[in-house]
């Protein structure tokens, strides 16, 4: 029996535009309230941006936001896993003496601070993912530990940047999640890790467990739960690590997937 469903956002739950459809959500979110099922957002996306996504719904998710680091429910944090302010900081000196031409996004408790100095295309794909934005002349005015630290590079440039943090691999988790996207969280901090968090908390197995994904950083992501399913824009590493694949982002695959197999469910009440 299915209790709990897990999905990532982008390319997987998000259509090519950022957005779901909210009519579908509709249906899909009573048929999980009568099978008695949960649903957690599992994504890089900050826990407030997850809210002004879906609204009032928001209250009734698990989010597991800020790339897993951050579990939030009913507008509290429940828990969260955050990197050392000191490393934190050598990281970003690092990824400057890279390139100063991909974008630094540094999330603490306070907000995803960015570079006074980033252009308006740059902060508009900030703000798709964080609904508090911060600009500072230099990250080193952060006093704060890091929730996690995120790069998007234009030129897609990430795989190869990702490699030249390797001497930090020992003490944060470092994963191009796809060529033009790093996070970077606390050792051991991933999607994986966050969701058994999420599990024990409610007493829910991986055998209960339905998930979604279609990036890199959703292999462990994979292997949480029995209903593991690729979306079919997935890449093929999450696809061959799925044990069902289905429809595309742009199809309502989550949605639809949801609802064919939770009718076979029964409700909650039976």
Request: glycine content about 4%; overall charge negative.
């Amino acid at each position: 029996m299915i209790k709990l469903v897990i999905s990532d956002m982008d390319g997987t739950f998000l259509n090519n535009n950022g957005d779901f459809n909210r009519e579908l959500f509709k249906e899909t979110k009573k048929i999980m309230k009568d099978k008695g099922v949960v649903f957690a957002p599992c994504t890089g996306k900050q826990c407030e941006r997850i809210e002004e996504l879906f609204g009032e719904d928001a209250n009734d998710l698990w989010i597991l936001g800020d790339s897993a680091t951050r579990i939030k429910h009913n507008k509290q944090f429940v828990y969260e896993s955050l990197l050392l302010n000191e490393l934190g900081l050598q990281i970003i000196q690092l990824l400057e003496e890279i390139s100063l031409d991909h974008t630094i996004i540094a999330c603490t408790r306070k907000g995803a601070y960015v570079k006074e100095t980033l252009s308006p295309e740059e902060l508009a794909i900030v703000r798709r993912s964080y609904a508090n934005v911060i600009k500072v002349e230099d990250f080193n005015s952060i006093s704060e530990d890091f929730i996690k630290i995120t790069v998007h590079d234009p030129a897609f440039q990430c795989v190869e940047t990702r490699e030249k943090l390797s001497s930090f691999f020992e003490h944060a988790f470092i994963v191009a999640s796809e060529a033009s996207w790093i996070d970077i969280t606390n050792a051991n901090v991933h999607k994986g890790k966050t969701i058994a968090q999420l599990q024990q908390l409610l007493n829910v197995t991986p055998q209960e467990t339905m998930v979604f994904g279609d990036g890199y950083n959703d292999l462990e992501l994979m292997a949480s739960g029995s209903y593991s399913f690729a979306v079919r824009n997935a890449f093929p590493e999450i696809k061959a690590a799925a044990n069902f694949i289905t429809r595309s982002n742009e199809e309502d695959a989550v949605m639809k997937t949801i609802i064919q197999l939770l009718s076979l469910q029964s409700d909650i009440d039976n």
